[in-house]
């Protein structure tokens, strides 16, 4: 009999740290492609619930605040959630493994679904706000399931393994921001507010997430790799968070990786949240929202096998680079866009394809650069970084907008990558990556 390693702390010296080794080498392909296939319909249904309901969540905020300027509050309480969850998360993956992490966020965030429905029916803006941060923990469960598809990946392949689960999101992303409306329109005549009821979609979809997770997310990829280690890499202490601080610390590659990450996730949030209310001053209706998030969510989730393709074949550094071209040239659209409702969704479009780009090349970066040990805790300070700095930067954005405008706040937006490139240049010619055996750095921690 198997003895699943999801349900154990694989620390060496207890009997349960041989569980994982009962998946062999030869057994790997099949894992890879059966966990794969598991993250893809996790992804699948998170993708769905999250962009169902952050379409309207500015707007809702309006509505129940009754101030336009306390409208990017609601999504920056969502992304102040997912930075919030990231390291402990992190740390219950680290003893657990990724489904017991997964499994937990989609739970959070279908609670959060509920707060945000009860926020809006009692008129309570701090509900409201509540419930958004704890809606952010199921975008915390997306961000780290690519993490998840990196635990097995052949190193050459890594960055490919990152942006399949992260292409899995389109099929329900592009479709979530289009059924907000009649998600909005089945609850009309209920107690329910309009507005609200695409948070209760989202949660009953965080549900069937955190059940597909459970059920089919074994033998728990985290703990299968961490088995198959170097015996020095099996230590508890090198699993620490510690030891992720460390391993960062250590590494000028890793700090590129965390700062792509970051920035381009601020930029990005900064920009988009702040998007519908723009449109909505130009004449346009839900329907016509939802398209031009939709767009910018393909953008976002779509071409990712492209970026990953490039990030093993060119290299990170290169996607890196293509990442800060693509969002200026996203700001520079969006931001002069005005009336013009089909060069706003260009912007928003390119918008996405640069944090993808960024996202996938920095994440494989991010995991070639640490030892195998630190890497969950390494992930869990990258999702906090960049959640709580893209959360910093929603907040602002609606005061940018409502005290300048929407063309200043894709300014500001733009000139957050220039510390991004200039650290890229510098890295890629003082460290580059060094030569490999089968595909994974010499030395990590360099």
């Given at each position: 009999?198997?003895?699943?390693p999801?349900?154990?702390?694989?620390?060496?010296?207890?009997?349960?740290?041989?569980?994982?080794?009962?998946?062999?080498?030869?057994?790997?392909?099949a894992?890879?492609?059966?966990?794969?296939?598991?993250?893809?319909?996790?992804?699948?249904?998170g993708?769905?619930?999250?962009?169902?309901?952050?379409?309207?969540?500015?707007?809702?905020?309006?509505?129940?605040?009754?101030?336009?300027?306390?409208?990017?509050?609601?999504?920056?309480?969502?992304?102040?959630?997912?930075?919030?969850?990231?390291?402990?998360?992190?740390?219950?993956?680290?003893?657990?493994?990724?489904?017991?992490?997964?499994?937990?966020?989609?739970?959070?965030?279908?609670?959060?679904?509920?707060?945000?429905?009860l926020?809006?029916?009692?008129?309570?803006?701090?509900?409201?706000l509540?419930?958004?941060?704890?809606?952010?923990?199921?975008?915390?469960?997306?961000?780290?399931?690519?993490?998840?598809?990196?635990?097995?990946?052949?190193?050459?392949?890594?960055?490919?393994?990152?942006?399949?689960?992260?292409?899995?999101?389109?099929?329900?992303?592009?479709?979530?921001?289009?059924?907000?409306?009649?998600?909005?329109?089945s609850?009309a005549?209920?107690?329910i507010?309009?507005?609200?009821?695409?948070?209760?979609?989202?949660?009953?979809?965080?549900?069937?997430?955190?059940?597909?997770?459970?059920?089919?997310?074994?033998?728990?990829?985290?703990?299968?790799?961490?088995?198959?280690?170097?015996?020095?890499?099996?230590?508890?202490?090198?699993?620490?968070l510690?030891?992720?601080?460390?391993?960062?610390?250590?590494s000028?590659?890793?700090?590129?990786?965390?700062?792509?990450?970051a920035v381009?996730?601020?930029?990005?949030?900064?920009?988009?949240?702040?998007?519908?209310?723009?449109?909505?001053?130009?004449?346009?209706?839900?329907?016509?929202?939802?398209?031009?998030?939709?767009?910018?969510?393909?953008?976002?989730?779509?071409?990712?096998?492209?970026?990953?393709?490039?990030?093993?074949?060119?290299?990170?550094?290169?996607?890196?680079?293509?990442?800060?071209?693509l969002?200026?040239?996203?700001?520079?659209?969006?931001?002069?866009?005005?009336?013009?409702?089909?060069?706003?969704?260009a912007?928003?479009f390119?918008?996405?394809?640069?944090?993808?780009?960024?996202?996938v090349?920095?994440?494989?970066?991010?995991?070639?650069?640490?030892?195998?040990?630190?890497?969950?805790?390494?992930?869990?300070?990258a999702?906090?970084?960049?959640?709580?700095?893209?959360?910093?930067?929603?907040?602002?954005a609606?005061?940018?907008?409502?005290?300048?405008?929407y063309?200043?706040?894709?300014?500001?937006?733009?000139?957050?990558?220039?510390?991004?490139?200039?650290?890229?240049?510098?890295?890629?010619?003082?460290?580059?990556?060094p030569?490999?055996?089968?595909?994974?750095?010499?030395?990590?921690?360099?």
């Amino acid at each position: 009999m198997t003895t699943d390693p999801a349900c154990t702390d694989a620390t060496p010296g207890t009997p349960s740290a041989a569980a994982p080794a009962a998946v062999t080498p030869e057994e790997l392909p099949a894992l890879r492609r059966r966990t794969s296939a598991v993250l893809i319909g996790s992804q699948i249904l998170g993708g769905l619930g999250v962009p169902i309901a952050i379409a309207l969540a500015p707007v809702l905020a309006t509505e129940v605040s009754g101030s336009e300027s306390m409208s990017g509050l609601a999504p920056t309480a969502s992304v102040t959630g997912t930075a919030l969850l990231s390291l402990p998360l992190a740390a219950l993956m680290t003893r657990r493994g990724r489904r017991a992490g997964l499994v937990l966020a989609y739970l959070i965030g279908a609670f959060g679904g509920g707060l945000v429905v009860l926020g809006a029916a009692l008129d309570s803006f701090p509900v409201l706000l509540l419930g958004m941060a704890c809606f952010g923990a199921a975008s915390s469960a997306n961000l780290q399931a690519r993490f998840a598809a990196a635990d097995l990946a052949e190193p050459d392949h890594r960055a490919r393994a990152i942006s399949t689960v992260v292409w899995a999101t389109t099929i329900g992303a592009v479709l979530g921001p289009n059924l907000a409306a009649p998600a909005s329109r089945s609850f009309a005549g209920s107690s329910i507010p309009e507005l609200a009821g695409p948070f209760l979609w989202a949660a009953a979809i965080f549900l069937l997430a955190a059940l597909l997770v459970g059920v089919l997310l074994r033998p728990d990829p985290l703990l299968t790799a961490r088995a198959l280690a170097a015996p020095s890499e099996q230590r508890a202490e090198a699993r620490s968070l510690r030891a992720g601080f460390a391993a960062v610390a250590a590494s000028p590659r890793a700090r590129l990786a965390l700062v792509t990450v970051a920035v381009s996730h601020t930029a990005m949030v900064s920009i988009m949240v702040m998007t519908p209310v723009d449109l909505g001053h130009h004449g346009a209706d839900l329907e016509l929202v939802g398209l031009v998030i939709s767009g910018h969510i393909a953008g976002m989730y779509a071409f990712s096998p492209v970026w990953g393709w490039l990030a093993d074949r060119v290299g990170r550094f290169s996607v890196i680079g293509l990442s800060a071209g693509l969002i200026a040239l996203a700001a520079l659209l969006a931001g002069t866009a005005g009336p013009d409702h089909g060069r706003t969704a260009a912007g928003l479009f390119l918008l996405g394809l640069g944090w993808s780009a960024g996202l996938v090349s920095g994440s494989a970066l991010l995991t070639d650069s640490v030892p195998q040990a630190a890497r969950a805790a390494v992930q869990g300070l990258a999702d906090l970084t960049s959640s709580a700095c893209a959360g910093l930067g929603g907040a602002a954005a609606g005061l940018i907008v409502a005290q300048a405008s929407y063309g200043w706040l894709n300014v500001i937006g733009a000139s957050l990558l220039l510390p991004m490139a200039g650290l890229a240049l510098f890295t890629a010619r003082r460290h580059p990556v060094p030569k490999t055996r089968g595909g994974e750095p010499e030395d990590p921690a360099s």
